[in-house]
């Protein structure tokens, strides 16, 4: 079945480095993408989106890359910092449509640990 | 805070006993959207609300069912609960679609039930 995953289930970084967690998608008709960020005990929270028209976007210490080829995204972390620590999850989703919105589809998460 | 409510927190039961877990969405927001979350696993969809009516199913049990109510907040009754079924259990809401927007979910904190 097409799906949404994850290469790594466990990134360690050091503090100040920059940080990358990627994830490969597998369906082709899916042109929306969003990164998730969920710290323990807590909910997931949006970090950044990106459409399939693009393949960089840049927010806050963060970047997102798409490779529509390969179909491969990524989510860079500039300057790691420990209250980055947290697990993140890509998710797919098609264009929302007028009616409503179609849910997201999850990957099983990298969790980002970052060393002081 | 994200806006979305949940209650209850935590919750511990019995195999065979049935629950009700509650979200509130945020204000104005009309899509609900209800995820499980296994240890260390990632969000499952189980099922979509969009203003009262069902929108979408995913990998939700016949156990389990929802529903949306008038004034927008949404319930989930897990029944016949069996010891895989602790999980925490996300509720979310998403803005109406009016022009362009993003397929930003809104996460509540999560309801963690137990069964024993």
């Known amino acids: 079945g097409e799906s949404v995953g994850l290469h790594l289930p466990t990134l360690s970084v050091q503090e100040g480095d920059n940080s990358i967690i990627n994830c490969a998608y597998s369906?082709?008709?899916?042109?929306?993408f969003i990164w998730y960020k969920q710290e323990s005990g807590k909910g997931p929270q949006f970090i950044i989106d990106i459409r399939s028209n693009m393949d960089k976007r840049q927010g806050q210490r963060v970047t997102v890359l798409l490779n529509k080829t390969v179909k491969h995204l990524s989510l860079q972390i500039a300057a790691t910092q420990p209250g980055d620590s947290a697990v993140y999850f890509c998710a797919e989703n098609l264009v929302p449509m007028d009616t409503g919105r179609r849910a997201l589809t999850f990957g099983s998460g990298t969790r980002l640990q970052v060393q002081p | 805070d994200s806006g979305v409510t949940q209650t209850p927190k935590h919750l511990i039961t019995a195999t065979g006993q049935r629950v009700t877990l509650r979200c509130s969405p945020r204000?104005?927001?009309?899509?609900v959207y209800w995820y499980q979350q296994s240890l260390d696993q990632g969000l499952q969809f189980l099922i979509q609300y969009y203003n009262g009516e069902e929108r979408a199913k995913g990998n939700i049990l016949e156990r389990f069912s929802a529903q949306q109510f008038p004034d927008l907040h949404s319930e989930l009754n897990l029944s016949s609960l069996e010891l895989g079924d602790s999980a925490l259990y996300f509720c979310?809401?998403?803005?109406?679609?009016?022009?362009?927007?993003?397929?930003?979910?809104?996460f509540g904190e999560g309801s963690r039930l137990t069964v024993l």
């Open positions: 979310a809401s998403s803005v109406p679609l009016t022009g362009v927007n993003t397929g930003e979910l809104f």
């Open positions: 369906n082709s008709a899916s042109d929306y």
């Open positions: 204000s104005g927001d009309l899509s």
